[in-house]
């Protein structure tokens, strides 16, 4: 049986305009709730409950599905916009007027176009393990065995993701299949998963990034006033470190976080000090 806190929160839902969303939430409620966006290819059921349990220990923490992924109901997007709409409509269905955002991967992307599109609607948030909404200049390119990880239709299996996650050490390895134990309690129990529609259209969605001018990008980050933190790992094979460097030169108020031994799972592998990274953060 799971000890962590975060497995025991109730799946709830809300409707919006497009779709019937699916969430939980959890930790005291009451400020700026703390809204998560998810990576590629995940469900709600992928947050590694021990990391939600250090936010939610002082945060009002609320992690979802967008349309048309996972429990949500509705039509799968295929752009980071579409993404970002899908996004505020869920903030706005549940009536929320201000929150804070923490992207993991592809989360990272959308809340981006979340804070440039409703600026009003975001306080504060934090790009974990993501880059700038196109390539970064000079950045390594994404190789063949990431792209090719990523586009099977299954999402790869337990080697795949470790690779694609964490670095080839021995503690990161340790740490990698410690966050699948963690989540294992959920998957168990038998949710849905993401569909092939929603998979693709994600996929579609992180290739354009590829074909967008950096300097269009730059120039958009430019205009964010929000205090960002911008959060890697030194050793990450999907978006590297490089990215993140690139993308706070063009933030007003931005703080870079990089971890030396970590790759693009920092954010569990270090689950403990990044959650304390983000609380100074929020808290300041």
Do not use: C
């Not at 497009?18 to 947050?47: C, E, K, N």
């Not at 998957?187 to 998979?199: N, Q, T």
């Amino acid at each position: 049986m799971s000890t962590y806190l975060a497995d025991k929160a109730e799946i709830l839902t809300v409707e919006g305009p497009s779709a019937t969303f699916t969430y939980r939430r959890m930790g005291p409620q009451g400020g700026v709730p703390l809204v998560l966006l998810h990576r590629f290819r995940a469900t709600i059921d992928w947050w590694d409950p021990e990391f939600l349990d250090y936010l939610a220990a002082d945060h009002d923490v609320i992690v979802f599905d967008n349309v048309g992924v996972g429990y949500t109901t509705g039509e799968a997007r295929d752009s980071l916009d579409g993404f970002a709409e899908g996004v505020i409509e869920f903030i706005e269905a549940l009536g929320l007027a201000q929150v804070d955002l923490l992207g993991w991967s592809l989360g990272g992307f959308v809340a981006q176009r979340v804070a440039l599109h409703r600026p009003e609607l975001v306080r504060k948030f934090i790009v974990a393990g993501s880059s700038p909404t196109a390539w970064a200049p000079g950045a390594p390119p994404m190789s063949e065995r990431v792209m090719g990880i990523m586009s099977k239709p299954d999402g790869g299996d337990t080697e795949d993701m470790l690779y694609l996650f964490y670095p080839e050490t021995d503690a990161a390895r340790a740490s990698g299949l410690s966050h699948l134990d963690h989540v294992s309690t959920r998957l168990a129990a038998g949710g849905p998963g993401i569909s092939a529609a929603a998979a693709g259209g994600q996929f579609t969605a992180v290739s354009a990034l590829l074909e967008t001018p950096f300097e269009q990008v730059a120039a958009e980050l430019e205009t964010i006033k929000q205090p960002v933190l911008y959060a890697n790992g030194v050793h990450d094979v999907m978006l590297p470190a490089f990215a993140s460097f690139a993308a706070v030169q063009h933030l007003e108020n931005a703080t870079l976080v990089l971890y030396s031994d970590a790759g693009h799972a920092f954010l569990f592998q270090h689950a403990r000090a990044f959650t304390k990274q983000v609380a100074d953060f929020l808290a300041a």
